[in-house]
């Protein structure tokens, strides 16, 4: 009788446990985490840390611009259907906010941008911004804001945290590899031509961790217009300096740089395209550039085969 009463006892406690294990995972029927992300950098990042155990939307796709993004009715039910969700913050996703911190009162909603100690950022001067948001394209920076990813996670799910642990660290090794690639490769553009033009000024970051001068035709933002004046400073700048190339990018259209390479033509100066580099979003889902790392070393060796 003691014997049956045991079992019993044991099976109880292995339903208890399976039913509690269901609670911390009540994401759907997998038990799997479901994250919803603003920019596809954080969900990159999010698959890479959560692995199997979680299930990622990023709500801004390829060529998507943050400055500018508004919700959706679908992207509301994705933050509605989310168990946490990620965005980047310091004002990045300016147009969201409002839905995001609406979010935030009844899901852990997170700015990992915003858990990155103050001093390391570049502060910003005029507009909405009281920093850079960019601060993906410093690469240790990057790290600091993932960290939030991955402490939510296990704050979320204690039972898998060596699981999470052990994703990081194999992550961040291989973004240490990234950084070690990108600081080889950008060495070889000689010091003249150590200068970035590009639409907007999304490569503040980029341009200090490689010791690069970076110009925008746009501000940090983009949801201000570049007027007439813009255009000639920045023509007069590359031909007073003799720039030689200009690099667009995939989540702004091509119209400003075009403007700055034809007004450079009319004054004798020759400008060509370096070629097209992910700033605000990633490339197509499916292709390397439509990961973090891919659309990094895009960029490096897009910047370094065109300058150096
Ligand atoms: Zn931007």
Redesign the pocket.
Known sequence: MKKIVGIFLVISLIFVSACAKQNVNKGNDDGKIIVTTTIGQIADAVKNIGGEKVIVNSLMGPGTDP?LYKATQGDIAKLEKADIIFYSGLYLEGKMLDVLERINTTKPTYAIAEAIDKEKLLSASGGSYAYDP?VWFDINLWKEALEVVKTSLIERDPDNKDYYEENTKKYFKQLDELRAYAVEEMAQIPDEQRVLVTA?D?FGYFGKAFDMEVMGLQG???DSEYGLGDVQNLVDTLVKRNIKAVFIESSISERSINAVIEGAKQKGHEVKIGGELF??AMGEEGTEEGTYIGMYKHNVKTISDAIK
Do not use: K, R, V
Request: glycine share 0%; aromatic share 0%; net charge negative.
């Open positions: 400055h960019h907007h999304a940090l933002s983009t700033s605000d």
